[in-house]
């Protein structure tokens, strides 16, 4: 069972920046794939970034520029660092994770989601 614990939302200013933090647990053997997801009230989730083993990290447009996916292999967990924040940059952020157990099985998991509130 691979569980992701989310940290690090909150209140930030407009302009502010915020880190968030998705750690992976339980019996992994390797994570590949790891994105972050936001959902706004009213609205469908979206995909905010996302990074696999072995290509570039790939950005929405409304964030590019501004926010920074990246990884720890050695402690399983995904960072999302967001510079610059918006108003619209408001919402509930999920992390997902896509990668293999112990036993060699295949596995993806959610986060229990973290709220960012961008305002002044």
């Known amino acids: 069972q691979v569980q992701l614990v989310e940290s690090g939302g909150g209140l930030a200013q407009p302009g502010g920046s915020l880190r968030l933090s998705c750690a992976a647990s339980?019996?992994?053997?390797?994570?590949?794939?790891a994105a972050w997801y936001r959902q706004a009230p009213g609205k469908q989730r979206e995909l905010v970034a996302n990074?696999?083993?072995?290509?570039?990290?790939n950005y929405a447009d409304a964030v590019k520029g501004r926010f920074t996916i990246s990884r720890d292999n050695a402690k399983n967990t995904v960072y999302l660092q967001m510079n610059s924040l918006k108003f619209e940059d408001t919402a509930v952020y999920y992390c997902y994770v896509e990668g293999t157990t112990d036993w060699g099985y295949s596995f993806d998991s959610w986060g229990q989601g973290t709220q960012v509130t961008v305002s002044s």
């Open positions: 990074i696999t083993t072995d290509s570039n990290p």
């Open positions: 339980g019996s992994i053997s390797s994570i590949y794939a």
